[in-house]
Nanobody, 127 residues
Framework: QVQLVESGGGLVQAGGSLRLSCAAS????????MGWFRQAPGKEREFVAA?????????YYADSLKGRFTISRDSAKNAVYLQMNSLKPEDTAVYYC???????????????????WGQGTQVTVSS
């Protein structure tokens, strides 16, 4: 079992930055693909970014977020991070950390591919 706990959310003005953290426990996630998703009120949960465990830590982002968001991981700390810059009101959502244990380390973007989820952290961007 993997337990994931997100932190770092909050209220920020448009144009500001936040760094979300995801701490994993119960099992090392060094061989898991780690992803961030978000869900705005009344909308479906959507993919934000993911990072695998292979050499070079391959990353993948939702097209609309490239250049503003950066995902990273610290395997020694069993943690994953999401740096969010130039935030916009439309980035307001609950942000979730998730883990996908596929053995090939393939980065996948579908919600159902991720077996473990955190409880989420609220990010609110004011205009």
């Amino acid at each position: 079992q993997v337990q994931l706990v997100e932190s770092g959310g909050g209220l920020v003005q448009a144009g500001g930055s936040l760094r979300l953290s995801c701490a994993a426990s119960g099992r090392t996630v060094s061989r898991y693909v780690m992803g961030w998703f978000r869900q705005a009120p009344g909308k479906e949960r959507e993919f934000v970014a993911a990072i695998n465990w292979r050499s070079g830590a391959n990353t993948y982002y939702a097209d609309s977020l490239k250049g503003r968001f950066t995902i990273s991981r610290d395997s020694a700390k069993n943690a994953v991070y999401l740096q969010m810059n130039s935030l916009k009101p439309e980035d307001t959502a609950v942000y979730y950390c998730a883990a996908d244990g596929n053995i090939l380390g393939t980065i996948r973007t579908a919600v159902h591919e991720y077996a473990y989820w955190g409880q989420g952290t609220q990010v609110t961007v004011s205009s």
